[in-house]
């Protein structure tokens, strides 16, 4: 059977292509209901135009695709919160710094920052009016600060401000991000600027919290250990926002990141656990059917204490179709289940089809039903313990297969003894899973022996040891590959070709394996050309000086940072990998640069400079120069002055204002990011 053969992995598709049609030209809300409306109507014609017709008619067809496209669009539109009347930021002027009274409730809690505590939150009233729409909350840590909880409703005077973009190339846009969870402002304030009401609702996603808190409780009566406690929050609970930075980056870069993220594993091994206790159901009149309805209900309750994330939803979603197949003894395609979850999923949320997660959960499934089987059968072990492994390995290896091109797009790493972690861990998950079920259980009924506890502890302390030791080889792990866009379609296309003409050798899939070889070479030479340019760029880094000079594929670094500064920069790293630079050279800040017969002078906090010989065309204040910038503008006649990230905000503000007045191109790094000069032959 031809997976697209499949009319629902079409719709899904047609979906999906309404969904992007939607995100890159955003059609108003009307139009795409017009349009949905019109294209409906005309399917309806051809409906009754071809329901008496034996002859079947391709116009029903392709009218049906074009309408669940045009679905896609309205759905998109229907979600995206802007559009609602009631939405706060049509009583907002983000323009100008206003005060508002602002009533809310806690709806997530995001891991905190050195700074700041984070949390996403509903907005309920704006000046006594009512409203809807999510806001990022930052409080400013202090030492007597206390985290609060979901559904804790909030009092405050606050401006509500514009998200942050990236201030440098190539780096992560968390704005972005947060738009794609409709989130488009934020809250800077101080704890003791709020005051706590009485909640008068209860949600959901609370009463799983106290759930949570309830079980945390009890566990710690059992002297776990706070690395024990993290990852049972992660790998049952799924909650990831107490976790260290560093267990994180160990499970990344060991390549067993997917564990800790409840996604289909784990509710694929819940599944079979679930099928085989409540077994003896079977027996009872219409025990099947009570079966099935326990499971889905039992899934999705696990799914609300893992705080209905992403990764849980599409994972209980598409196991909960599975069990209903299993109940009706359907011989299910795994592709048909996978479109009906996908389509499920995007009718409710469509932004989920840009969540990371999603595209790499769905792509790892795709490649171990369609690649695993054909890997497994290379070799067939004779004893049963070695092909139990073998399985694994090869199931591992087709994952790693799938997410490999959008893994290194999205993460540019790759961790090479990926199957050493996942062949020590996932062989016993279904055991720490349901062993940690069966923890969390006594532990709630306190009759949880010490013995047990302790033996559960120490299980998963082995596998942080397994995890750590595999993430410390790092001659085996590859970071920093730049990778972009293109590179992943080009790579898809190879995979694709691949599998096919090893299903069978014909001369057109050899000639379909050569031309996608062709197109990934193309790509190579293409971003040659295209990166193989001159570029001076003042980075901006908050209290230090940070200067590049990029040619062709060699930048070269100016910085005063000292050791432990550019241990944690990131900055060069993501522009290197941005931009393909192969060869980066250190050097210490230099008082003039010449780039492209353009002069750039730099004055850094003695505010001496000397321009004799030369007129400079830019200017780089640094380090909170003082000096006269009236006279310093008379007697230089610079075309543009930039001031970057190791200034006093006084002195930049000051800067500001005389720039303005003379009319002069003013540029803060602090505000519109990272100056940026390319040579004219260059886009």
């Known amino acids: ?37 019109f294209v409906f109507a005309v399917l309806i014609v051809f409906y009754f135009a071809s329901k008496n017709n034996f002859k079947k008619s391709i116009w029903f067809g392709l009218t049906a695709y074009l309408f669940t ?10 979600h995206e919160q802007k559009n609602f009347p009631k939405h706060y930021s049509h009583l907002i002027d983000t323009e100008t710094v206003k005060m508002h009274a602002l009533h809310f409730s806690i709806k997530e809690r995001l891991k905190s920052t050195y700074y700041h505590d984070k949390y996403v939150i509903n907005l309920i009233k704006i000046d006594e009016q009512d409203v ?74 609370g009463f799983a919290e106290r759930i ?27 909650q990831r926002q107490d976790m260290d930075r560093q267990i994180y980056e160990d499970y990344a870069n060991a ?22 206790i409540l077994k003896p159901i079977e027996y009872v009149k219409q025990g099947k059917t009570i079966k099935v309805i326990i499971i889905i209900l039992l899934l999705w309750s696990f799914a609300i204490i893992a705080g209905l994330s992403a990764s849980v939803t599409r994972a209980v979603t598409m196991f909960s179709v599975v069990s209903i197949a299993m109940h009706l003894k359907r011989q299910g395609n795994i592709y048909n289940t996978l479109s009906i979850s996908a389509f499920i999923l995007l009718l409710c949320k469509p932004m989920f089809l840009f969540d990371v997660g999603f595209q790499m959960s769905y792509l790892a499934v795709i490649a171990i039903v369609s690649i695993q089987p054909k890997l497994y059968k290379l070799w067939s072990p004779k004893w049963k313990i070695v092909n139990y492994f073998w399985q694994i390995f090869t199931v591992t290896i087709a994952a790693q297969l799938g997410v490999i091109p959008i893994s290194l797009y999205y993460f540019h790493q790759f961790p090479g003894l990926f199957f050493v972690s996942n062949l020590a861990i996932i062989p016993f998950l279904g055991l ?35 995890v750590t030791w595999v993430s410390k080889q790092e001659q085996f792990l590859f970071q920093n590959i730049s990778f972009d866009l293109p590179h992943v379609v080009a790579c898809y296309i190879v995979i694709i070709a691949l599998f096919l003409l090893y299903k069978k050798a014909t001369f057109k899939r050899i000639a379909f394996l050569l ?8 790509i190579g030479i293409y971003y040659n050309y295209r990166n193989a340019n001159n570029t001076f760029i003042i980075f901006h880094k908050s209290r230090y000086s940070l200067i590049g000079q990029k040619t062709n594929f060699e930048l070269k670094v100016f910085d005063n940072l000292d050791s432990i500064a550019t241990m944690k920069d990131k900055v060069i790293t993501n522009f290197s990998v941005g931009n393909f630079v192969d060869t980066i050279k250190r050097e210490r800040l230099k008082s003039v640069y010449s780039f492209h017969n353009k002069t750039i002078l730099i004055i850094d906090s003695l505010g001496i400079y000397n321009v004799k010989k030369f007129q400079p065309d830019y200017i780089v204040l640094r380090n909170s120069p003082r000096l006269n910038l009236d006279r310093l503008i008379d007697s230089i006649h610079p075309k543009f002055i930039i001031a970057d990230g190791s200034n006093y905000k006084s002195y930049v503000k000051r800067w500001e204002e005389t720039c303005k007045k003379r009319k002069l191109p003013f540029h803060q790094t602090s505000k519109k990011g990272a100056f940026i000069i390319k040579e004219a032959n260059y886009p």
Do not use: W
């Open 132 to 205: 809807i729409g999510k806001v990022l909350l930052n409080i400013k840590k202090d030492s007597l600060q206390t985290l609060y909880k979901i559904d804790d409703r909030l009092f405050t005077y606050s401006d509500i401000r514009e998200l942050n973009s990236p201030l440098n190339p190539n780096q992560f846009d968390y704005k972005t991000y947060l738009e794609k969870q409709y989130i488009y402002h934020q809250m800077v304030i101080n704890q003791n600027s709020m005051i706590k009401l009485n909640a008068q609702k209860q949600t959901i996603f």
């Open 1 to 37: 059977m031809k997976p697209l053969n499949f009319v629902i992995i079409k719709l899904s598709v047609c979906l999906i292509i309404g969904i992007l049609i939607s995100h890159s030209y955003h059609p108003t809300l009307i139009v795409s209901l017009y349009s949905v409306l």
């Open 515 to 522: 031309v996608s070889i062709l197109f990934i070479q193309g």
């Open 69 to 78: 496209s045009c679905l896609g669009i309205v759905t998109y539109n229907l």
């Open 255 to 276: 390549g067993a990141i997917h564990i800790l993220a409840v996604s289909g594993l784990h509710v694929g091994i819940i599944l079979l656990l679930l099928n085989f």
């Open 432 to 466: 720490i899973l349901g062993f940690g079920i069966f923890i969390i259980l006594l532990a709630l009924l306190n009759i949880l022996p010490e013995g047990i506890a302790h033996l559960y502890g120490n299980s998963i302390s082995l596998m942080n040891a397994i």
């Open 212 to 238: 949570r808190n309830t079980i945390n409780e009890k566990l710690s009566l059992y002297h776990f250990e706070p690395e024990e406690l993290v990852i049972i929050n992660a790998l049952i609970l799924g």
